[in-house]
Structure formats: C-alpha cells, structure tokens
C-alpha cells in the first residue's frame, strides 16, 4: 500500500506557517485533553489540533475497519495494536480530508466547530500507556566518552559493545511528557576520598539527549523477531530526556547498572511521528567495526537523518543552545535493537517504549549529555547571562528539538521542555 500521505507537493486548506514541523505530510498521533475536558486522540497539522475521535463519529473514516471507540481513549495503545496497515489507511485518509482540494470538511462549518482545535484549547497528554521501557547505549561517541572518563581511554569500549546493542530494563511509571516539571532526586553518593557514602540531594543532575521508538504487539513469549520485520512492529518515534543523576550513578551502578539514577524522570515529546513519514528521510547507519552475527545484519537504510537540538533556558532567561547532534550517529539502529531485544524470546507489546541511549557526534558541539559538553564539571558551559554549567542547576529548563528537512520538506518532532525544581519538600501537617 503507498504512503499517499507524504506526497511533497501536497497543500492543505488548513493555515500551516513557514517551517512549521507538522506539515500536512507529518500528521503525528498524539493525546489531548480539549476545551469541554474531553480526553481524545488527535493529530496535528501547522497550529491546528485535530480530534480523530469527532471525525470518526461523524463518518470521515468510513470505508475503513476501526471500531467505533477506537480514537474515544486516552491512549493511542489499542489504535497501535491495529497495526502497519490500519496506521497508513488511516494516515491517508487524514491527508485527503485536509487537501486544499477537499471541500468535505473545509465547507462544513458545523463539523469543523468540533473537530478543530487551536493548540490553546488543548492540553497534550502521555500518547501511550508505557507497559516496558527498555533504554539502550547505542551511541558510540557516547559511550566512548564515557569509557575514556571513567575507565581506560585505550579501552573506553567495554569488549561486548561491537557484538552487541547494550540496554538495561528501565521504570515506566516515571515517564512523563514535556512541560511536566521534575524535582531534583536524592540518593546515596560517595566522595571519592570517602570511605562511607551520604545520602542527600544529587548535585549533577544531566540531560541525555535521546529518542525513543514505540512498538506495536510483536511476538509472542520465546519466539523472536527477524531484523528484516522489525519495522513492521514500530509504529513511530518521539524525542527523550533521560534524566540522570551522575553523582549517584557513580556510586550505585556496579554490579547491575543504574537504578536510582535513572528511574526518577524521563521526559518525552506529546507527539508520535510515525515512520511512514520519516521513510523520505532514510539514511545509511554507520558501518559495522566488526563481524556480527546474522541474526544482526541487515540491507538497506534503516538510519533516519533527524537533526537535534538542546537548549537550556535559566529561570527568567534566555534559552541557551547546547547542542546540535543527530540521530543518524546511532552505532545500533531501531532494527537492530529489536532483533536483539526479542532474540531470546522477550515479547514486546504495544505501547512499550525503547530509548536509543544518549545521542553524541564526533565533535564536542554534538555530545548529547552535560557529562560530555563540560566533560565531568572540569570545563564549565558559560551561558549569554554569564552565569556557568556545569551540570543543570535548580529552575533551569531543558528543551529538546528535532526535525528532518530537505529543502523546503521539513518533518518535525516539536520539542520536550522539562523545568528542573528544587528536591520535593513535603507539606507540614
């Protein structure tokens, strides 16, 4: 079935402004809250959200086999488990009612009044109910960095890393989409001329600039997923902060990997975009260093060029660009990951959520944490207000951006902005 949807030359009745990153050939799925506190699944073209729960029942999607309350829930998981077929019918559908050249709606005054949004009306939701969150460490520029602060520079990379997409088991219940504030966490920590740890509040809380990828129902228990089928089971993508508290992280993770240092927050975009309408955006990934094993090799593109930006905005200030990196650097892909998450028999169902790991380039201007842009506190961040970062300090809010563009085809991501709060006081009694 062709993807209609992303024909490029493709105008919209709906006002779209200049580089605006959902054109009409974008159309995310996302959750919103609307104006008569209605929860609904929606989409968004230019500055206008789109409740697909309204124009279902008013029989815009007829001709297509969706159950009657498919967009009336408040989370896209049960409309991800249709799978790739129902997600591009209705994907298209979706363009062809919002053509300049489709009078259906455009003309109805009446079904417009309770389809369409202004994004003030609305309050964007988590899009999924997050069963499993796996978080990978798949950059490596990232992970080098990181083997060469903290262990050996001529053996940065632990010997498994070439062989295989490294991960750990993250929480779900702590993942939260953008504009949720978050408190400083607290934990143990330990000096390093201290012979005891202490426990208090972290004091180098970091960002991971990251994206995530979500999976439709894919397997069942013990049978295992073919890297060519992999993207058959991923319904799309969104940007993601996997906050970090280093100073614990230190302490805490030999034997079994991060544990507290991970689970207090992470932060996502409200919109899906799907990979339908990244397939223009297609991509080499980088070439293998060593041998792998079949069940991880792979043809084609399988590696999408998504710019990504971080900004860090201090209270009352202005925002302060950090980074400027891309997708496209990832050592393992979204195919890769799967096959391997699923190789030993773990089912993956819709709705579960897995993090690429932190996103770094080959240059300084393009690592994805604090850890690296001011490499463990030792070269400090000077902001335009002339204050310094060496880590994100109480009240500083951290925006992530991403988008695909060519020429004037611009595809995007909007962005994931999380306001960093003092540590959580409980109220007197």
């Known amino acids: 079935m062709s993807i209609t949807a992303n024909d490029p030359n493709r105008k919209t009745w709906l006002e779209v402004p200049a580089n ?5 050939q974008n159309i995310p799925f996302g959750v919103f809250l609307t104006r008569d506190d209605v929860i609904t699944i929606g989409t968004r073209i230019g500055d206008t959200a789109i409740d697909l729960g309204a124009l279902h029942q008013l029989g815009y999607f007829e001709g297509i086999p969706l159950t009657d309350d498919i967009f009336l829930q408040d989370t896209l998981n049960d409309f991800i488990s249709d799978g790739k077929k129902t997600w591009r019918l209705v994907r298209n559908r979706i363009a062809d009612i919002f053509d300049a050249n489709n009078a259906s709606l455009r003309d109805n005054e009446e079904h417009r009044k309770v389809v369409l949004f202004t994004l003030d009306e609305i309050e964007m939701q988590m899009p999924v109910q997050v069963g499993d969150y796996t978080d990978f460490y798949s950059s490596k520029e990232h992970a080098t960095n990181v083997g060469t602060m903290f262990r050996d520079p001529d053996n940065a990379l632990l010997p498994n890393w ?11 219940s702590s993942i939260i989409p953008s504009g949720i504030p978050i408190h400083r966490p607290q934990g143990q920590t330990k000096a390093k001329d201290a012979t005891e740890p202490t426990f208090g509040p972290s004091q ?8 995530a990828f979500i999976t439709t129902d894919a397997n069942h228990l013990g049978e295992p997923i073919p890297i060519e089928e992999a993207e058959d089971y991923i319904f799309g993508l969104v940007l993601f902060n996997d906050w ?3 100073d614990i992280q230190t302490w805490e993770y030999v034997p079994l990997g991060p ?21 223009p955006f297609r991509t080499e990934s980088p070439k293998p260093e060593k041998k792998l094993l079949p069940y991880l090799q792979y043809e084609g593109k399988k590696s999408f060029d998504i710019n990504l930006e971080v900004f860090l905005k201090p209270e009352n200030g202005e925002e302060n660009k950090l980074v400027q990196s891309n997708f496209k650097y990832m050592y393992w892909n979204m195919s890769q990951q799967l096959a391997h998450h699923t190789v030993n028999g773990c089912p993956v169902i819709s709705g579960d959520m897995m993090g690429s790991g932190t996103i770094s380039g080959p240059t300084p201007d393009s690592y994805g944490s604090m850890l690296e842009l001011a ?10 207000d002339g204050s310094e970062r060496k880590f994100i ?5 951290v925006i992530m951006r991403g988008y695909c563009e060519k020429g004037d085809y611009r595809i995007g991501f909007g962005e994931v902005s999380t306001k960093l709060l003092p540590v959580f006081e409980p109220k007197k009694k």
């Open 244 to 246: 970090s508290a280093r």
């Open 20 to 24: 605006s990153d959902f054109p009409i």
């Open 162 to 172: 070439l062989h295989i997409p490294v991960g750990y088991h993250g929480r779900s």
């Open 393 to 397: 300090e109480d009240n500083d809010t």
């Open 204 to 211: 180098r809380v970091d960002f991971e600039l990251e994206m």
């Open 259 to 279: 544990f507290l240092a991970k689970n207090f927050a992470s932060s996502i975009s409200p919109w899906i975009v799907t990979l339908d309408a990244l397939e």
């Open 375 to 384: 490499w463990k506190g030792e070269k400090p961040i000077k902001l335009k």
